[in-house]
């Protein structure tokens, strides 16, 4: 899998050199490139951004430098294999199905914006070219598209096979099917007591049918009081 962002902060992926993904990248599961926007701009000052048409708060940025940063990293020719997104507060909510659906895919190229956004004729333009996924990770406001592309880049790249050592671990997770959508139940390790506070002794009995009860029922009952959201009316009936 290829990863490319775009950003005029790509100091921000340095990360991406650190721990399981530097691993990932290391046994060529993942090849990461990052990308100065500024680098394809002409003037004295590399100027990204202007005012918006219309009037309004902030900055725009301008679509040239995207362009012409497209033209030499994706190429001038269609072609709807490589996906392209755009961290938005107005895109689609980023969840683990999209993680999912991307993680199958070969190219993936971020496209971080900064100011109060991007030229929408940047996004159209990709549209015509590539795939278009503008996403958002939730309703809250951030500065820019960089912190949200490194979670999505960790959300999508731990479910390329081969990369997680434990694959099993994935198919417990909240929000992946396996769980019927439930949160996770609590989980604890040794030692048994610590601070005057025990691990429950149901998980120290052995018994793994009482284990697996008592691990449900946990999901429900977390999933009730914290995301009545993630409990449909027949999902509470079954429980
Ligand atoms: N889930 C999530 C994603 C983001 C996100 C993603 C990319 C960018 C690029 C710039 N910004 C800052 C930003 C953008 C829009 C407004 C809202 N203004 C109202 C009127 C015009 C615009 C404020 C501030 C981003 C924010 N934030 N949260």
């Known amino acids: 899998m290829r990863l490319d962002y775009l950003s005029i902060f790509p100091g921000y992926f340095d990360v991406l050199g650190i721990s399981l993904l530097g691993k990932a990248a290391v046994n060529g599961l993942v090849d990461v490139y ?51 997104v755009f961290p938005s507060p107005s895109g689609e909510p980023f969840t683990q199905s999209v993680a999912h659906d991307l993680s199958s895919v070969e190219r993936i190229v971020f496209c971080c914006g900064r100011y109060e956004g991007i030229d929408h004729r940047v996004i159209d333009y990709a549209r015509s070219m590539w795939t278009v996924h503008e996403v958002s990770l939730g309703d809250y406001v951030l500065n820019g598209g960089e912190v949200a592309a490194l979670a999505i880049t960790e959300a999508v790249v731990r479910l390329v096979p081969g990369f997680m050592g434990n694959p099993q671990s994935l198919a ?36 793994h049918g009482r284990i697996a009860k008592w691990r449900r029922d946990e999901s429900i009952r977390l999933t009730r009081e914290r995301r009545p959201d993630l409990t449909d009316s027949d999902v509470s009936a079954r429980h």
């Open 34 to 84: 990052a990308h100065d926007l500024r680098d394809w701009t002409h003037d004295r000052h590399r100027t990204v951004d202007d005012t918006p048409c219309g009037g309004g708060a902030g900055m725009v940025m301008k679509p040239d430098p995207w362009g012409e940063a497209f033209d030499e990293i994706i190429g001038t020719e269609p072609d709807p294999s490589v996906h392209v």
């Open 172 to 207: 417990e997770e909240s929000f992946s099917a396996g769980q019927d959508g439930l949160l996770e139940y609590p989980l604890f390790t040794r030692p048994v007591s610590w601070r005057g506070l025990d691990v429950p002794e149901v998980l120290m009995s052995g018994h």
